[in-house]
């Protein structure tokens, strides 16, 4: 398994972005699909963002955030922008063995312990 650590999150104000980063450890990182979920308090984990031999967006997000990777450094990213208090949340990255990104979470086998993102009005 790959063990992932997010950073990036913080408190911003609507209207602003941030860009979250997940520092991967472990080999072939670039084997892995890769995603971007999000939970808030009482609610259930929700799909953002995937890479793998695809990318793809939750409806929510599209437009607003772009995944990205750079296997040189293990690392994959979500540039976040435009940002509302809805997207008030812990972000969490996720790395899947299949080639493939998936909305599903279960597809996915490592997690990361999640950054904080605040967004004021």
């Known amino acids: 398994q790959v063990q992932l650590v997010e950073s990036g999150g913080g408190l911003v104000q609507a209207g602003g972005s941030l860009r979250l980063s997940c520092a991967a450890s472990?080999?072939?990182?670039?084997?892995?699909?890769m995603g971007w979920f999000r939970q808030a308090p009482g609610k259930e984990r929700d799909f953002l963002a995937g890479?793998?031999?695809?990318?793809i967006y939750a409806d929510s997000v599209k437009g607003r955030f772009t995944i990205s990777r750079d296997n040189a450094k293990n690392t994959v990213y979500l540039q976040m922008n435009s940002l509302k208090p809805e997207d008030t949340a812990v972000y969490y990255c996720?790395?899947?063995?299949?080639?493939?990104?998936?909305?599903?979470?279960?597809?996915?086998?490592?997690w990361g312990q999640g950054t904080q993102v605040t967004v004021s009005s």
């Open positions: 996720a790395a899947s063995r299949g080639r493939f990104a998936s909305r599903r979470y279960h597809e996915y086998d490592s």
């Open positions: 472990g080999r072939s990182f670039s084997s892995y699909a």
């Open positions: 890479v793998g031999g695809n990318i």
